[in-house]
T-cell receptor, first 115, second 108 residues
Framework: EPEVTQTPSHQVTQMGQEVILRCVPI?????FYWYRQILGQKVEFLVS????????KSEIFDDQFSVERPDGSNFTLKIRSTKLEDSAMYFC?????????????FGPGTRLTVT | DAKTTQPTSMDCAEGRAANLPCNHS???????VYWYRQIHSQGPQYIIH???NNETNEMASLIITEDRKSSTLILPHATLRVTAVYYC?????????FGPGTRLSVLP
């Protein structure tokens, strides 16, 4: 069964450093998403991406964040200058297209630790 | 997206059906009801979704009330493996809003 994959599974970085989290969505899907979950808290939406552009973003997704689909398979989340509060699990998700029905399939997540 | 409310936690005996309720009284006519679960720190897992009619798949059944203000997720014959946090959310699917969900504990 096709699945979303994410690398790395765990990333440790120092405050102020740039990180890139990588995702390979399910191959025939058209919509891509990033969510994050701070330890012990809710899963929070960050951004959705369709047709090579951001379709929606939350207030969390500020200028420090960017997304890119550099080729036909990868979908990346970049954090330019990490802060301690960016420490969280980051989940990538993808969905196909069916009118008014977009069930999302999530990857296993990348645990980002900012020290 | 529709605001949803769910009980904080529920217990279910192993082998029995687990019935998880969700209120989504603000859901609009075209918004689907989606259910997901999260086992420990894994990524949320899609379970089922529906609009008006009851739905069933290999994982669960979804019963939506006629006024669409609430729904119930039914897990038949619960096993220890389905112990997880269950999220009900409504929307068009572009950006799911996950609340705190229901923590389901399946007890042996």
């Amino acid at each position: 069964e096709p699945e979303v994959t994410q690398t790395p599974s765990h990333q440790v970085t120092q405050m102020g450093q740039e990180v890139i989290l990588r995702c390979v969505p399910i191959s025939n899907h058209l919509y891509f998403y990033w969510y994050r979950q701070i330890l012990g808290q809710k899963v929070e939406f960050l951004v959705s991406f369709y047709n090579n552009e951001i379709s929606e973003k939350s207030e969390i997704f500020d200028d420090q964040f960017s997304v890119e689909r550099p080729d036909g398979s990868n979908f990346t989340l970049k954090i330019r200058s990490t802060k301690l509060e960016d420490s969280a699990m980051y989940f990538c998700a993808s969905s196909g297209y069916r009118v008014n029905s977009y069930e999302q399939y999530f990857g296993p997540g990348t645990r980002l630790t900012v020290t | 997206d529709a605001k949803t409310t769910q009980p904080t936690s529920m217990d279910c005996a192993e082998g029995r059906a687990a019935n998880l309720p969700c209120n989504h009284s603000t859901i609009s006519g075209n918004e689907y009801v989606y259910w997901y679960r999260q086992i420990h720190s894994q990524g949320p897992q899609y379970i089922i979704h529906g609009l008006k009619n009851n739905e069933t798949n290999e994982m669960a059944s979804l019963i939506i009330t006629e006024d669409r203000k609430s729904s119930t997720l039914i897990l038949p014959h619960a096993t220890l493996r389905v112990t997880a946090v269950y999220y009900c959310t409504g929307g068009y699917g572009q950006n799911f809003v996950f609340g705190p969900g229901t923590r389901l504990s399946v007890l042996p």
